[in-house]
């Protein structure tokens, strides 16, 4: 259960960093551009990209760029800030590892992290993740279910009513046309069979410019399916609800929406202004508003209404608007937009990872398959050190049944031969200390194990060979009492 709460927590802060990316880089792409109907296809084009983000993420069809790996090539890691926060991080995760100072990286055939380096998020924030996508989920199906049984209780219209909605063009399938005494405003409900539901006061004869305004409008978004980008962006909200960017461009696509749909309805109910005032008598139910009372003067920009913004796009757009997107724009945006999904399902913040015990093969030969780096690792004395215990940095790595470990020590001819590589000693078995230490300097150590043999090179020299000899379980690094011992360019193989 646990092991599965942190495979979800890595898919999905992968996926959390694609969407991100992608959002964002979509939201400037809408505030860059000025025309609604481009702006919506941004945004549909957006949602539907993070919907499939998840199951591109998890099935890695595409090789995987680690962000770590390029911060490190790049020099970026090394800088102080993330040098302090990444020591930390390690001393924090590593038991008794005061003054541990380490830069690593790992490579193997597939993406796991390495836990406590890299590590999954904490698993309280996984199941936080899913509680609230459970619970958006939720709401999301209760208020359809809330649509289907306002439409089961909705009327007929009056033969009037009827007969003036046969009469309005739409392109497509015509949807049905209902009366409810529980709505204020006029809406499009449904998805397989959409509904206009309009309020009572709308199915009177003295009313009939009012509905014709109100039918032409719900027309217009029937014709344009917002109705499913509805449901999809409510799916992306539910998945992705902690992402800015998202919130924006919903807010942008729903405005944009309803403007395209007033200004379609407009140009078959009559000049743009008469438009403009009788959407604003209907919202504001006001019956007194008479159409010459349209704005024909700015507006002051205090007023951040959805409906002072659509009234304004009516009556004073300063530049020509565009009722479909140019050819060239809506052919090559999904192309562009697929390439970006493909792009942003590589990013992983991940390092190539290393596989458990159990992951290896029984009876592995050779080392050579996976490799873990270390470029740097300093162990400073500590207070317990100064006393006369030495210290064990033990990193989270399991050593595999065999390996092939090289790794450089900078110690002197009393400090080498108390050091420990993986519970060995830089000593041959039956020799004394100071006939067996070289000087100060650095020292190459190779420890290798296959097939139960273990050998051990200092600088070259063969140490001993032993079929019996005991390691750690895992990559452990042993500094004498009261000595910094400094590691550089450890590399294992398995």
């Not at 010459?292 to 009556?315: G, H």
């Amino acid at each position: 259960m646990a092991d599965g709460i942190d495979r979800l927590g890595e898919l999905l802060l992968d996926a959390s960093l694609s969407a991100t990316a992608l959002l964002s880089l979509v939201a400037l792409a809408m505030i860059g551009c000025r025309q609604p109907v481009r702006r919506i296809c941004l945004a549909r084009a957006a949602i539907l990209s993070v919907l499939i983000l998840i199951p591109l993420v998890a099935l890695a069809p595409f090789p995987r760029i680690s962000l770590n790996r390029v911060a490190r090539q790049s020099g970026l890691s090394s800088h102080p800030f993330f040098a302090y926060h990444a020591r930390h991080h390690l001393d924090a995760e590593t038991p008794g590892s005061g003054g541990l100072q380490a830069d690593v990286e790992s490579s193997s055939g597939g993406p796991r992290p390495l836990r406590g380096l890299v590590g999954p998020p904490p698993r309280w924030l996984v199941i936080t993740y899913l509680a609230g996508t459970a619970s958006a989920l939720s709401l999301l199906l209760l208020g359809y279910w809330g649509l289907n049984w306002l439409t089961s209780r909705s009327e007929e219209v009056s033969p009037l009513s009827a007969e003036l909605y046969a009469s309005l063009p739409i392109r497509g399938r015509r949807p049905r046309f209902r009366v409810s005494a529980r709505i204020r405003h006029p809406a499009l409900v449904g998805l397989f069979r959409q509904t206009i539901l309009v309020p009572i006061e709308l199915d009177l004869p003295e009313s009939t410019e009012q509905l014709r305004l109100s039918l032409l409008h719900e027309l217009a978004h029937a014709e344009s399916r917002d109705a499913w980008f509805g449901l999809a962006s409510g799916l992306a909200q539910a998945f992705w609800y902690f992402i800015p960017p998202l919130w924006w461009i919903r807010a942008q696509m729903r405005l944009d929406q309803e403007f395209m749909a007033d200004r379609r309805a407009a140009r078959a109910f009559g000049p743009f202004q008469v438009y403009a005032a009788s959407l604003v008598k209907i919202a504001s139910g006001d019956p007194e508003l008479k159409p010459a009372a349209a704005p024909r003067q700015p507006i002051p920009q205090a007023s951040t209404s959805a409906l002072f913004q659509r009234v304004l796009m009516l009556v004073q757009c300063p530049y020509a608007l565009e009722s479909h997107p140019p050819r060239w724009w809506a052919c090559s945006l999904p192309g562009l937009v697929l390439l970006g999904t493909m792009a942003g399902s590589c990013l992983t913040l991940r390092v190539s990872g290393l596989p458990s015990p159990s992951a290896l093969p029984p009876s592995a030969s050779a080392p050579g398959s996976h490799t873990f780096r270390m470029s740097r690792l300093v162990a400073n004395p500590t207070t317990a050190a100064l006393e006369g215990q030495p210290l064990v940095y033990e990193l989270p790595l399991p050593l595999p049944p065999s390996f092939d470990l090289r790794v450089d020590v900078w110690a002197d001819a009393d400090s080498l031969p108390l050091t420990k590589v993986v519970g060995i000693r830089l000593l041959a078995p039956g020799s004394r200390s100071e006939t067996a230490a070289p000087p100060m300097g650095w020292h190459r150590v190779r420890i290798r194990r296959v097939a139960a043999e273990t050998t051990v090179h200092l600088d070259e020299i063969l140490l001993f060979t032993s079929a019996n000899c005991e390691t750690t379980p895992s990559l452990t690094l042993e500094s004498p009492a009261g000595y910094p011992v400094h590691f550089r360019n450890l590399r294992l193989t398995w």
